[in-house]
T-cell receptor, first 113, second 115 residues
Framework: GENVEQHPSTLSVQEGDSAVIKCTYS??????FPWYKQELGKGPQLIID?????GEKKDQRIAVTLNKTAKHFSLHITETQPEDSAVYFC????????????FGTGTSLTVIP | GAVVSQHPSWVICKSGTSVKIECRSL??????MFWYRQFPKQSLMLMAT?????????EQGVEKDKFLINHASLTLSTLTVTSAHPEDSSFYIC???????????FGPGTRLTVT
C-alpha cells in the first residue's frame, strides 16, 4: 500500500518568513495530493491540492509543488501570519471518488509574532 | 464547498456504555464515508469505510463488533462505540467524497471521553 512520510514534525518561523513542509510517497499510482490544515479541536480543512498532471499550483500565499519522478510534494507558505499556526497534513490518493487517502504524520507550525 | 456535519461535537460516557456518533453530508449525497480516529498530536488513522447499502470495510486491527458502522442513507453514516472503555477516548472524524470530486470533505470531529 501507499506510505506517506512528512517532514518536519514541528516548525517554528518568524512572522513574515516562509514555511516549507515536505512529503514523500511510495505508490506511483497516486495522482492526487491534498494538503489539510487542522486547528486544535477541529476537523481538517483543505487548503490546496494538486493533481499529478500539474507540477505547481498557487493560491495567494500558499503553493504546492509536485515532483512525480522523485515522488515528493511540498507545501510553501509565504509571508506567514500568526493565524497560519496549526497542524498541517499532506495526503496522497490514487484518485476517483471514494478512494482512500493516505495521510502524512503532520507538521505542527508555529508562527512567532 | 460541500459541508459535512458531525453530532455530537463532544460526548462523555461511562465505561461499559455505548455511544453513537452521526456523520451527515448536508448538501450532497455520499455513497461512501470514511471514519478516522485521531490521538493527540498524531495523524488521522483510518478505521473503516462506510458504504451505503452494504457492510462497512474495516481496517486491519479495528474491531468491527466494537465499532459498529451503519450507512443508513446517502447522507448519513453512524459510528457506534459499544461497551466503551477509557482507551476508546479519542477524537473521531468522518469524511465524505462527493461524486466527481477527488476531494474528501471532513466533518468537525467528535471528542469522546470515556470515564
Amino acid at each position: 500500500g501507499e506510505n506517506v512520510e512528512q517532514h518536519p514534525s514541528t516548525l517554528s518561523v518568524q512572522e513574515g518568513d516562509s514555511a516549507v513542509i515536505k512529503c514523500t510517497y511510495s505508490d506511483s499510482a497516486s495522482n492526487y495530493f491534498p494538503w489539510y490544515k487542522q486547528e486544535l479541536g477541529k476537523g481538517p480543512q483543505l487548503i490546496i491540492d494538486i493533481r499529478s498532471n500539474v507540477g505547481e499550483k498557487k493560491d495567494q500565499r500558499i503553493a504546492v509543488t509536485l515532483n512525480k519522478t522523485a515522488k515528493h510534494f511540498s507545501l510553501h507558505i509565504t509571508e506567514t501570519q500568526p493565524e497560519d499556526s496549526a497542524v498541517y497534513f499532506c495526503a496522497a490518493s490514487n484518485g476517483g471518488t471514494g478512494n482512500q487517502f493516505y495521510f502524512g504524520t503532520g507538521t505542527s507550525l508555529t508562527v512567532i509574532p | 464547498g460541500a459541508v459535512v456535519s458531525q453530532h455530537p461535537s463532544w460526548v462523555i460516557c461511562k465505561s461499559g456504555t455505548s455511544v453513537k456518533i452521526e456523520c451527515r453530508s448536508l448538501d450532497f449525497q455520499a455513497t461512501t464515508m470514511f471514519w478516522y480516529r485521531q490521538f493527540p498530536k498524531q495523524s488521522l488513522m483510518l478505521m473503516a469505510t462506510s458504504n451505503e447499502g452494504s457492510k462497512a470495510t474495516y481496517e486491519q486491527g479495528v474491531e468491527k463488533d466494537k465499532f459498529l458502522i451503519n450507512h443508513a442513507s446517502l447522507t448519513l453514516s453512524t459510528l457506534t462505540v459499544t461497551s466503551a472503555h477509557p482507551e476508546d477516548s479519542s477524537f473521531y472524524i468522518c469524511s465524505a467524497p462527493r461524486a466527481g470530486d477527488h476531494e474528501q470533505y471532513f466533518g468537525p470531529g467528535t471528542r469522546l471521553t470515556v470515564t
